[in-house]
């Protein structure tokens, strides 16, 4: 198990105890599906850090300064690994990126998408060239992988808060849903079964707070 703590770095469970593994600011961790020893933690702004070896000793590799140019993201920049292929992740900085090696390179997979950089990515599980990507404000698609560039997806148009998240159905690759921010009553959750072209608001019986995932 691993876990990051803002101001706290990240840490892993070795029974009874947890231990350092990366210090600033801990963010998302990811076990590798098929090989546990390949390990991810990351860092404010975009810091990916990889171990082989299950944090056993300090082999640890700063896999983001392979990404061509060291872009620098949000403050938890996201990151996802493919569901079949364990080797390839994806990360979004004001641009996604794809690496086939577990970051040891990357490719740059879509045109420049945002100014204030990509706060949420999400692959479908049953077609794995269906990517989903937002920053607070706008939702982009792409529907071969990234060869060629990502289009806007419409949001609800009476949303007047940043996006929090987004998740895609496992079985289906047109059925997601994003949640909001901020303190507008009955806007928190909207889902879409046709890839974004259309949205249902779904938000009933929630509590006027800020959702933050789903």
């Given at each position: 198990?691993?876990?990051?703590?803002?101001?706290?770095?990240?840490?892993?469970?070795?029974?009874?105890?947890?231990?350092?593994?990366?210090?600033?600011?801990?963010?998302?961790?990811?076990?590798?599906?098929?090989?546990?020893?390949?390990?991810?933690?990351?860092?404010?702004?975009?810091?990916?850090?990889?171990?082989?070896?299950?944090?056993?000793?300090?082999?640890?590799?700063?896999?983001?300064?392979?990404?061509?140019?060291?872009?620098?993201?949000?403050?938890?920049?996201?990151?996802?690994?493919?569901?079949?292929?364990?080797?390839?992740?994806?990360?979004?900085?004001?641009?996604?990126?794809?690496?086939?090696?577990?970051?040891?390179?990357?490719?740059?997979?879509?045109?420049?998408?945002?100014?204030?950089?990509?706060?949420?990515?999400?692959?479908?599980?049953?077609?794995?060239?269906?990517?989903?990507?937002?920053?607070?404000?706008?939702?982009?698609?792409?529907?071969?992988?990234?060869?060629?560039?990502?289009?806007?997806?419409?949001?609800?148009?009476?949303?007047?808060?940043?996006?929090?998240?987004?998740?895609?159905?496992?079985?289906?690759?047109?059925?997601?849903?994003?949640?909001?921010?901020?303190?507008?009553?009955?806007?928190?959750?909207?889902?879409?079964?046709?890839?974004?072209?259309?949205?249902?608001?779904?938000?009933?019986g929630l509590p006027n707070l800020p959702i933050m995932c789903i």
């Amino acid at each position: 198990v691993l876990t990051g703590l803002q101001d706290n770095g990240s840490k892993i469970f070795k029974n009874p105890v947890w231990e350092d593994v990366s210090g600033g600011d801990g963010m998302e961790c990811i076990v590798d599906h098929s090989n546990s020893n390949f390990m991810y933690v990351t860092q404010q702004n975009g810091v990916i850090i990889r171990n082989s070896n299950g944090f056993l000793n300090d082999s640890a590799v700063t896999i983001s300064d392979t990404i061509p140019g060291k872009p620098k993201g949000a403050w938890v920049t996201p990151y996802i690994m493919n569901p079949y292929n364990s080797s390839i992740l994806y990360a979004g900085y004001d641009t996604i990126y794809k690496t086939t090696d577990r970051g040891n390179s990357w490719k740059r997979i879509s045109q420049s998408l945002s100014s204030s950089y990509i706060r949420n990515l999400a692959i479908a599980s049953s077609d794995t060239n269906v990517l989903y990507a937002s920053d607070p404000a706008n939702m982009f698609k792409t529907t071969n992988g990234g060869a060629t560039n990502w289009t806007s997806v419409d949001t609800p148009a009476d949303t007047s808060y940043y996006m929090t998240y987004l998740a895609v159905k496992q079985n289906d690759k047109n059925t997601l849903w994003i949640t909001l921010g901020g303190y507008n009553d009955t806007m928190k959750v909207f889902e879409s079964t046709n890839g974004g072209d259309n949205w249902t608001n779904i938000s009933a019986g929630l509590p006027n707070l800020p959702i933050m995932c789903i």
